[in-house]
């Protein structure tokens, strides 16, 4: 669990940030989460870009994505999520925060 100014840190790094992954639609389907899980092991911080005419909001596209990759909300906009996870990799580079 992260407390508040560590996730003003990382909002920070992830507004800096490229994105990571794009979603092309709405549907989070268990490929997506596999590859948002691949890229938190990866990078701990990872900026999602999400469709612009979604119907799902996307605190609920963060909520999702947060309760299937055991990730922490970072920020959510229309446009854009971002998520955070301390990777569990050998070797990992870890953001300090």
Known sequence: M???????????L?????????????HIGAKEIIDISI????????KIALPTKSK?????????ICA???AEPI?????EIAVYRRSSCDGAKHIEI
């Open 2 to 12: 992260i407390n508040e100014f560590q996730r003003r840190k990382l909002r920070a």
């Open 14 to 26: 992830a507004e800096q940030a490229r994105t990571t992954i794009k979603l092309s639609d709405s």
């Open 39 to 46: 890229a938190l092991d990866r990078y701990e911080l990872v």
């Open 56 to 64: 799902i909001d996307s605190e609920t596209i963060l909520n999702a």
């Open 68 to 70: 299937s990759t055991g």
């Open 75 to 79: 920020s959510a906009n229309r446009s």
